[in-house]
């Protein structure tokens, strides 16, 4: 059974960092692409990154380009979203989501960008 | 960026067969967007219960199913139950970029 859980949220003021951490299990984490995906209170998913199998392509989000940064670990089976520069409008909850017949989502990690 | 369009609410009656569409502006939905839908209810966090157009997880009902239709991909709820009222949300895939639909409420009645 896919299980990921995602750690590392919190509350951070205005242009500060944070670290995601999504530790998989149940699949062949190697040989799935990875998300992450937010969720703004009271709005619908925003995906935010993505990670090819062997971190070989990457995409983001318009919005957060320049400013975070997704990588993985396939020996530790986990995935990872450094974010930089917070703004008040990242605050959302966090998921990682695996791809295809793993795309399971996590329970999330809320992340507060707030003064 | 492209945008990605659902009904923002159908309602349904027991028993009933509702088809949730999504939509690109870009022009049709096709394979390689690799369309997937999710339900999300109130609390929860979303599950995805359609991929890669029609492909289901074990967890999902047997009576969702996925499709392309009119150029859109298509989510066909038959046989709607009242566990069913909830979120839905589809994303669609541009050249390894993910774009989520803005969400369809669906209500049971």
């Known amino acids: 059974e896919v299980h990921l859980a995602e750690s590392g949220g919190g509350l951070v003021q205005p242009g500060g960092s944070l670290r995601l951490s999504c530790a998989a299990s149940?699949?062949?984490?190697?040989?799935?692409?990875m998300s992450w995906v937010r969720q703004a209170p009271g709005k619908g998913p925003e995906w935010v990154a993505n990670i090819k199998e062997d971190g070989s392509e990457i995409h983001y989000v318009d919005s957060v380009k320049g400013r975070f940064t997704i990588s993985r670990d396939n020996a530790k089976n986990s995935l990872y979203l450094q974010m930089n520069s917070l703004r008040v409008e990242d605050t959302a909850v966090y998921y990682c989501?695996?791809?295809?017949?793993?795309?399971?989502w996590g329970q999330g990690t809320l992340v507060t960008v707030s003064p | 960026q492209a945008v990605v369009t659902q009904e923002p609410s159908l309602t349904v009656s027991p028993g009933g067969t509702v088809t949730l569409t999504c939509g690109s502006s870009t022009g049709a939905v096709t394979s390689g967007h690799y369309p997937y839908w999710f339900q999300q209810k109130p609390g929860q966090a979303p599950r995805t219960l359609i991929y890669d157009i029609t492909n289901k997880h074990s967890w999902t009902p047997a009576r969702f199913s996925g499709s392309l239709l009119g150029g859109k991909a298509a989510l066909t709820l038959s046989g709607a139950q009242s566990e069913d009222e909830a979120d839905y949300y589809c994303?669609?895939?541009?050249?390894?970029?993910?774009?989520f639909g803005g969400g369809t409420k669906l209500t049971v009645l």
């Open positions: 989501l695996g791809s295809g017949s793993c795309s399971d």
């Open positions: 149940g699949f062949t984490f190697s040989t799935y692409w």
């Open positions: 994303h669609l895939v541009y050249s390894g970029v993910v774009v």
